[in-house]
Every structure is written in structure tokens, then in C-alpha cells.
């Protein structure tokens, strides 16, 4: 099964920039979703940025215009571009990785949706100062 290791975690202040990376064990962009969830304490894990093997992507309203996800097939990494952070995005990142449930039936789109997704990361922590 692929593993999954995230990486770019750490403090910003508001308004700052940060540029997680997600290093898969194996090719992921031809045959999986990849995507990027996040936790805060006493919260649940919700979806931030999806992108399908099509290169399809699904962002979260709350990072919508400031979030962008992307894939760099030839090393086999995913990215998450963070700009014009707030302390609300302040969580543990985790990155995933799913085959077959990622794009459900009737969706153009990667779902958000954490039960979806069947690989994890061990995560990031991403700290916003204001």
C-alpha cells in the first residue's frame, strides 16, 4: 500500500505563506486521488484540497483563493500552496491518498469527504499567529 509522508509544517504569522509537501512511496498521478485534510484540537478532520488523477481538483470554501493544490508526477509529491493565512487554519495537515472512493458516483469533482479516503499520513503542523 502506498505510504505517505508530509512535510512543510510549521509557525507563520497572519497573513503569511507556507508550502506543505506530501512524498508518496510510490507513482500515485495516474492511478490515485490525492488530497489534504486538516485537525484542530476538539475538531473534526475536514477536507481542504482534493485533486483526482485527471488533475481535477476540489478546494474547501474557507480556502478557496488562498489554497492551491498541485502534483509533481516525477517525484511522485503533492503539494499545498497556503498563502494569506489566518489563525483559523491553524491544524495538524494530514495528507491522503485513495483509488476508488474518491470520486463517487454523479461528482466531476474529488470528494472532501475524510471516510472516502483509505491512505493517511502521520501529518504536519501548521501553526497561524495573529
Known amino acids: 500500500q502506498v505510504q505517505l509522508v508530509e512535510s512543510g509544517g510549521g509557525s507563520v504569522q497572519a497573513g503569511g505563506s507556507l508550502r506543505l509537501s506530501c512524498a508518496a512511496s510510490e507513482a500515485t498521478s495516474h492511478t490515485y486521488c490525492m488530497g489534504w485534510f486538516r485537525q484542530a484540537p476538539g475538531k473534526e478532520r475536514e477536507g481542504v484540497a482534493a485533486?483526482?488523477?485527471?488533475?481535477?481538483?476540489s478546494y474547501a470554501d474557507s480556502v478557496k483563493g488562498r489554497f492551491t493544490i498541485s502534483k509533481d508526477s516525477a517525484k511522485n509529491t503533492l503539494y499545498l500552496q497556503m498563502s494569506s493565512l489566518k489563525p483559523e487554519d491553524t491544524a495538524m495537515y494530514y495528507c491522503a491518498a485513495d483509488r476508488l472512493r474518491c470520486l463517487q458516483t454523479g461528482a466531476t469533482t474529488p470528494t472532501l469527504s475524510s471516510e472516502a479516503w483509505n491512505y493517511w499520513g502521520q501529518g504536519t503542523q501548521v501553526t497561524v499567529s495573529s
Open positions: 485533486i483526482d488523477k485527471y488533475g481535477t481538483t
